[in-house]
Each structure stands twice: as C-alpha cells, then as structure tokens.
C-alpha cells in the first residue's frame, strides 16, 4: 500500500506532465497578465517558471496539514479527500450565505 507521501508526488508528476502550461501561457500574453519577479522586472512568465510555481503550490500543499488550497499568480491548488488538482483562474465569483 502506498503512503501518502508517495500517493501525492505520483499525482503532482502526473498533473504537471498533462496541464496544458502552452494554454495558460497564451491567455496571459493575451491577457498581458505579469507577475513581479523583483522590485523593477514584472514580466509575463515563462512556461518553465509556471512549472515551476505549480509544482511548488502542489507540493506545499499535499505538505500541508492544514490547507486544502494554495493560490498566487492565477495558478490555485486544490486538495479534496487527499486528490490533488491545479487550475488556473482568470476570473471567479460565489455568492456567499444572504445573497439572493
């Protein structure tokens, strides 16, 4: 039987070898969406800095006892009765409890 440990890493190879990073980069050169590497360099990142992020995300997450979402930059990690995923979010909305 696999550990959890183990059970997470197999998830977070598997989610960063078929998110579709191309697609993301795309909508955020069109969106001209920058996220601030220092003080004076914003600029849209690459493909390899977004693999980089979401492997980060992932794996502070499945790290986590307490979390079960990581978010910076669009990209947001998710962790549900011990499953993983990433999403990248351009635009969201809940209606929170009094809303009619």
């Known amino acids: ?45 690459t493909i390899g800095d977004l693999v980089l992020q979401g492997t980060r995300l992932l794996t502070d997450l499945a790290n986590s006892k307490e979390s079960n979402l990581i978010a910076t930059g669009g990209l947001e990690a998710r962790k549900s009765n011990d499953t993983l995923s990433l999403s990248f979010v351009v635009t969201d909305w809940e209606a929170t409890n009094g809303c009619n």
């Not at 890493?9 to 960063?16: D, M, S, V």
């Not at 795309?26 to 990142?45: F, G, Q």
Request: aromatic share 12%; charged share 25%.
């Open 1 to 45: 039987m696999k550990s959890n440990q183990e059970n997470y890493n197999e998830q977070i190879t598997n989610i960063i070898a078929n998110f579709d990073w191309g697609k993301v980069r795309k909508t955020m050169v069109h969106l001209n969406c920058k996220w601030a590497y220092t003080v004076s360099e914003d600029r849209i990142p």
